[in-house]
């Protein structure tokens, strides 16, 4: 069955530091996709990043990247330069199959991060 | 603007009174999503639809229906709601390839007493 696992409940960092958030998955399928979202105070959910299973290289957005090891199972996300808009709580999740039209999505139960100024 | 809408925002209701949480999307996607949200167990997804009538579960579907009837909208039904379905629920959609980013609504906080 499909499992993701974030194993940091909260964390604090100093503001400009880069900050890693840990995200750990399994599944039996070969095609799989990875996400990041970000949910901030106010409630709303925002996507930050994407990682398709087949894309060989890790993928970038901003200062959001991913740091994908496939043999290892994970998928953290590497945040640059941390902000102090950057406090929020951090999702991870899964989606099995190439595609999203026909399969189930699993979250992690998320990480809660604090800068620091 | 391209939005999910979710209504109502905050429902207050007693337990066993039917209520329909509504869902629409204005970007013509075939993937819509429900969620609920607990503290400490992340999201969880409640009941997924590929496209119109056709509806799947996810991991928590009991106590809940969907329907598809037109792509856009995606209503949530509690038939007999009780107060462990009080909880912080999101409707998402997204297209149904590529990277599949899913765009949430607002979320809508029910509370069951």
């Known amino acids: 069955a499909q499992k993701i696992t974030q194993t940091q409940p909260g964390m604090f960092v100093q503001e400009k530091e880069a900050v890693t958030l840990d995200c750990t998955y399994d599944t039996s399928d070969q095609s799989y996709g990875l996400f990041w979202y970000k949910q901030p105070s106010s409630g709303e959910m925002i996507f930050l990043i994407y990682?398709?299973?087949?894309?060989?290289q890790n993928a970038t957005e901003g200062r959001y990247s991913l740091n994908f090891q496939k043999a290892r199972k994970s998928a953290n996300l590497v945040i640059s330069a941390s902000q102090l808009g950057d406090s929020a709580m951090y999702f991870c999740?899964?989606?099995?199959?190439?595609?999203?039209?026909?399969?189930?999505?699993?979250f992690g139960s998320g990480t809660r991060l604090s800068i620091r100024p | 603007e391209a939005q999910v809408t979710q209504n109502p925002r905050y429902l207050i209701t007693v337990t066993g009174k039917k209520l329909t949480v509504t869902c629409s999307q204005n970007?013509?996607?075939?993937?819509m999503s429900w969620y609920r949200q607990d503290p400490g167990l992340g999201l969880r997804q409640i009941y997924y639809?590929?496209?119109?009538?056709?509806?799947d579960k996810g991991d928590v579907p009991e106590g809940y229906k969907v329907s598809r009837k037109e792509k856009r909208n995606f209503p949530l039904i509690l038939e007999s709601p009780s107060p462990n379905q009080t909880s912080l629920y999101f409707c998402a959609s997204s297209l149904g390839g590529g990277s599949g980013e899913q765009y949430f609504g607002p979320g809508t906080r029910l509370t069951v007493t």
């Open positions: 970007m013509n996607h075939e993937y």
């Open positions: 639809s590929m496209n119109v009538e056709v509806t």
């Open positions: 990682q398709g299973s087949y894309d060989e």
């Open positions: 999740a899964m989606r099995e199959g190439r595609y999203s039209s026909a399969s189930k999505i699993i």
